[in-house]
Nanobody, 125 residues
Framework: EVQLQASGGGSVQAGGSLRLSCAASGFTFDDYVIGWFRQAPGKEREGVSCISDFTGSTFYSDSVKGRFAISFDNAKNTVYLQMNSLKPEDTAVYYC??????????????????WGQGTLVTVSS
């Protein structure tokens, strides 16, 4: 069974850091783009960052550029999202998703892929 398992959410004060993990099972990342998305209460879901396992190219939304970093560990079949300098407006449920043979920009913008469950990130001021 193909699954994505997101973890690592929690509560942190503004300025703090968290690292989210997205572990894949039932498939490997070859030819896949993996992305992180978030949805805050009352807001539309946003593509935060996506990465291509094949090319290593990345996409970041303007709201997180310079603060978040996406990376993958093929040995662990896991994609990470390192979140630094967190702000209260980063508070959201974070989801990971995957799609085969697209660009990181395409996955993050179209949000068309298969999804894991979310993990809640709460940033207090």
């Amino acid at each position: 069974e193909v699954q994505l398992q997101a973890s690592g959410g929690g509560s942190v004060q503004a300025g703090g850091s968290l690292r989210l993990s997205c572990a894949a099972s039932g498939f490997t990342f070859d030819d896949y783009v993996i992305g992180w998305f978030r949805q805050a209460p009352g807001k539309e879901r946003e593509g935060v960052s996506c990465i291509s396992d094949f090319t290593g190219s990345t996409f970041y939304s303007d709201s997180v550029k310079g603060r978040f970093a996406i990376s993958f560990d093929n040995a662990k079949n896991t994609v990470y999202l390192q979140m630094n300098s967190l702000k209260p407006e980063d508070t959201a449920v974070y989801y990971c998703a995957a799609r085969e043979r697209v660009s990181p920009d395409s996955l993050c913008i179209t949000q068309s892929g298969f999804w894991g469950q979310g993990t809640l990130v709460t940033v207090s001021s």
